[in-house]
């Protein structure tokens, strides 16, 4: 990957994969079978600032290019996507928004704070009834007293529980339609404040904590379960204008774009789970022996898993492009969109196949296939399910065709 990665790009990579096999495997099917939030290594990487990778320098973060931060969401999917999805959605969605569409307050009261990973962030937009539409936001944030009251539910929102700083979508004119959509900084503590208090992250007392914003019970997910999904809940939440990020209206616009960059950092999870099962089943039908031979030697499963480890290179390729056109300012919603569907395919793809190349032993949780699996199918859902992928890139073909 010679044209994409650079000296600084290869030694970030190589510090991530250091702490995911010391730090992360050892732990990762524990974490996986109670759906505990690793908040240990949630606090290492943070402590090494990879929950603020693409976060300029004077805002805590490390200043790197976006390449960077998809570098570290793909090395930890490797090895398990729970670590990958906390490090994705905290920087994409919990501190994006606020880092591009914030004013100057707004950067320098909370994004110091998610970039250096003292408070966890979310990103509330999802609802019952706005899913893939997600211009059907129904939550409502009227004006009050000098600021808005909020009230509605998000569903299905990464760190509603353990994290403390959320931009979430409401409508504030219901005449406009889409145009009628704001974003908002609400605030609320962890639910689990005795492992914040005993680590030492997760807690900031200074936030303006918003009454009446609450998280729900946390969900029994397929997988990326030591992730933490809950319900979001806001029942006349009062937030100051100064927590209303950008103008009335701006809303459906910016977070559009928000999830324009997030899809590229799903591609990359979804390239590390890919690579991940590749590994895994390489490494086994080489030592694996059948019929007196290593099971690597029969024509169907090495063909079969060569071409597996093209397609894996074409996605890096994808993925890596969205990432080079995004650092250099310009268009990459479609490539992002690319990146995304052939990525989150493949990762179910290849987990599928190793499974079976790796026979009953793949169906166990003795390996992490298994759990792959499992883990590669929310990539197809996430930040837009494929077919939403496959509109966004077709809008983009015929805007290409008029041009």
């Given at each position: 990957m010679d044209p994409y990665l650079n000296q600084e790009h290869h030694g970030l990579q190589a510090q991530v994969r250091e702490f995911a096999l010391k730090s992360i495997v050892p732990v990762a099917r524990e974490l996986d079978e109670t759906a505990r939030f690793p908040w240990d290594n949630v606090k290492a990487i943070g402590e090494r600032g990879w929950l603020g990778v693409p976060v300029p320098k004077e805002l805590g973060g490390m200043g790197r290019d976006y390449l960077s931060y998809v570098l570290v969401v793909e090395e930890l999917a490797k090895h398990d996507a729970s670590h990958a999805i906390t490090v994705s959605a905290h920087t994409t969605l919990g501190t994006t928004p606020i880092l591009a569409f914030g004013n100057e307050a707004q950067k320098a009261r909370f994004v110091p704070l998610?970039?250096?990973?003292?408070?966890?962030?979310?990103?509330?937009?999802?609802?019952?009834?706005?899913?893939?539409?997600?211009?059907?936001?129904?939550?409502?944030?009227?004006?009050?007293?000098?600021?808005?009251?909020?009230?509605?539910?998000?569903?299905?929102?990464?760190?509603?529980?353990?994290?403390?700083?959320?931009?979430?979508?409401?409508?504030?004119?219901?005449?406009?339609?889409?145009?009628?959509?704001?974003?908002?900084?609400?605030?609320?503590?962890?639910?689990?404040?005795?492992?914040?208090?005993?680590?030492?992250?997760?807690?900031?007392?200074?936030?303006?904590?918003?009454?009446?914003?609450?998280?729900?019970?946390?969900?029994?997910?397929?997988?990326?379960?030591?992730?933490?999904?809950?319900?979001?809940?806001?029942?006349?939440?009062?937030?100051s204008e100064e927590q209303r990020v950008g103008e009335e209206g701006q809303g459906f616009a910016n977070f559009m774009k928000t999830l324009d960059a997030g899809r590229i950092g799903i591609a990359a999870l979804s390239l590390g789970l890919a690579q991940g099962a590749l590994d895994a089943a390489v490494e086994y039908t080489a030592r694996r022996r059948q019929f007196g031979r290593p099971v690597w030697e029969f024509q169907d499963v090495r063909f079969g898993l060569a071409g597996l480890a093209a397609e894996v290179q074409a996605a890096r390729h994808l993925t890596y492009h969205a990432a080079w056109l995004k650092?250099?300012?310009?268009?990459?919603?479609?490539?992002?969109?690319?990146?995304?569907?052939?990525?989150?395919?493949?990762?179910?793809?290849?987990?599928?196949?190793?499974?079976?190349?790796?026979?009953?032993?793949?169906?166990?949780?003795?390996?992490?296939?298994?759990?792959?699996?499992?883990?590669?199918?929310?990539?197809?859902?996430?930040?837009?399910?494929?077919?939403?992928?496959?509109?966004?890139?077709?809008?983009?073909?015929?805007?290409?065709?008029?041009?």
């Open positions: 998610l970039a250096t990973g003292q408070v966890l962030g979310g990103f509330g937009l999802t609802e019952p009834g706005a899913g893939s539409d997600s211009s059907g936001t129904r939550t409502r944030a009227l004006r009050r007293n000098g600021g808005y009251a909020i009230n509605g539910s998000k569903i299905f929102i990464t760190h509603a529980g353990v994290g403390e700083v959320f931009t979430v979508t409401a409508v504030t004119d219901p005449a406009r339609g889409h145009h009628g959509i704001t974003n908002f900084v609400v605030c609320k503590p962890t639910v689990e404040m005795e492992e914040a208090q005993r680590t030492g992250i997760g807690h900031r007392p200074e936030l303006p904590y918003t009454h009446g914003v609450t998280a729900g019970e946390k969900e029994d997910k397929l997988g990326w379960r030591a992730s933490d999904t809950r319900e979001l809940h806001m029942q006349d939440a009062w937030v650092d250099r300012g310009r268009p990459f919603a479609k490539e992002a969109a690319m990146a995304k569907l052939v990525a989150s395919e493949l990762a179910t793809k290849t987990a599928r196949a190793a499974i079976q190349y790796m026979g009953a032993a793949g169906y166990t949780n003795e390996y992490p296939v298994e759990r792959v699996l499992r883990d590669a199918k929310a990539c197809e859902i996430g930040e837009g399910t494929s077919e939403i992928q496959k509109i966004v890139i077709g809008r983009h073909l015929l805007r290409e065709l008029d041009a």
